[in-house]
């Protein structure tokens, strides 16, 4: 399997990588004592397990613990086969103290609150660990999407993770879509509704489908629509945005903006993580106001 040990200096990134990590679709656990290690491995390999990736924070959380770690990397190598990379983060003295000092954290090994004597400590520990990392990060003067834009390209090949869009219709008299980023009115489209043989089936199907794209304004509204799309879905992608939800909506729900939601979902597909989902196309289409 593929097992990725996150660890280093308190106040270095540990929670954003694991964030990168999980938008990978890694199963991810933080602050692992290091001894439940080997462990937590054989739980993955049992049959019938679906965890193939994993990604792990050690670190000196952990306490008296975390001084077996090394010991228990190879003892997972040597017993499983697996051998394990670690990903190093680590930053300077000064961002590491400005940290702690916005985030008005506790350092875990500064005595008496001196933190800079706690960050010394912490290096004099981890010497050995980050001499063994397969990938160290240095995460001064980063902001968190930089972190995560790090650990992604350092990722094994084909697991750094793509946007996910969601193209998401619904009916405005249900109420807007309150978690889309983005949202578009389709109303001006000509409404199946009042088609009697159209009523009762939804956008997903091919007769509702042929209808809205019937339109005269279809086209060149889809072409207006793609192009916008085409331009801002890589920015956001490249600014760091991990989900995106594109609501579109027509009366209902049920027919205009399904048509185009499947219709957009079809075209991205091949560039993002896709999915097409349909709040209220279930809801009868005999609701008052419909």
Known sequence: ???????????????GAIGAFEDADYFCIDNLPPRLLPALVDLFELEGSKVERAALVCDVRGGVWFDELLRDLDEVQKADGIRPRI?????SDDALLQRFRETRRRHPLAEGGEVLRGIEREREMLAALRRRADVIIDTTGMNPWDLREAVAREMAPGTAPRMRVTFASFGFKHGVLREADLMFDVRFLRNPHYVPELTALTGKDSSVADYVKADADYPEFMSKLEGLL????????????RHLVVGIGCTGGRHRSVTIAEALAARYRGEFDVTAAH????????VRGA
């Open 279 to 286: 709040r209220d196309a279930g809801k009868s289409p005999e």
């Open 230 to 241: 085409d331009f801002v879905l890589p920015l956001y992608e490249a600014e760091g945005k």
């Open 87 to 91: 990903f190093f983060l680590e930053a």
């Open 1 to 15: 399997m593929d097992l990725t040990i996150i660890t280093g200096l308190s106040g270095a990134g540990k929670s």
